[in-house]
Nanobody
Framework: QVQLVESGGGLVQPGGSLRLSCATS????????MGWHRQARGKQRELVAD???????LYGDSVKGRFTISRDNAKNTVYLQMNSLKLEDTAVYYC??????WGQGTQVTVFS
């Protein structure tokens, strides 16, 4: 069973920063696109960012210029650095591997 272990969610005020981490096995990390999606209450899940094993990156329009996805090949971990957070970034953030493997989700709450 594939495991994606997420960490780093929490509470932050607008303009603040958080970093999410997602660790997995070497086999998964080296073969699949790793990504972050989010789902706000009452809304559909949406892509935040993803990164291929070769390092190609795709960002959702709402986070471009504020969020940065990266991968540490030595640690089999993908990160999401979130800066300039807004109230509308509040959501459960899910790590993904490929198209059908998901982490348990971590809550990010931006409050004023």
């Amino acid at each position: 069973q594939v495991q994606l272990v997420e960490s780093g969610g929490g509470l932050v005020q607008p303009g603040g920063s958080l970093r999410l981490s997602c660790a997995t096995s070497r086999d998964i990390f080296s073969h699949y696109v790793m990504g972050w999606h989010r789902q706000a209450r009452g809304k559909q899940r949406e892509l935040v960012a993803d990164i291929t094993p070769g390092g190609h990156i795709l960002y959702g329009d709402s986070v471009k210029g504020r969020f940065t996805i990266s991968r540490d090949n030595a640690k089999n971990t993908v990160y999401l650095q979130m800066n300039s957070l807004k109230l509308e970034d509040t959501a459960v953030y899910y790590c993904s591997a490929g198209t059908d493997t998901w982490g348990q989700g971590t809550q990010v709450t931006v409050f004023s």
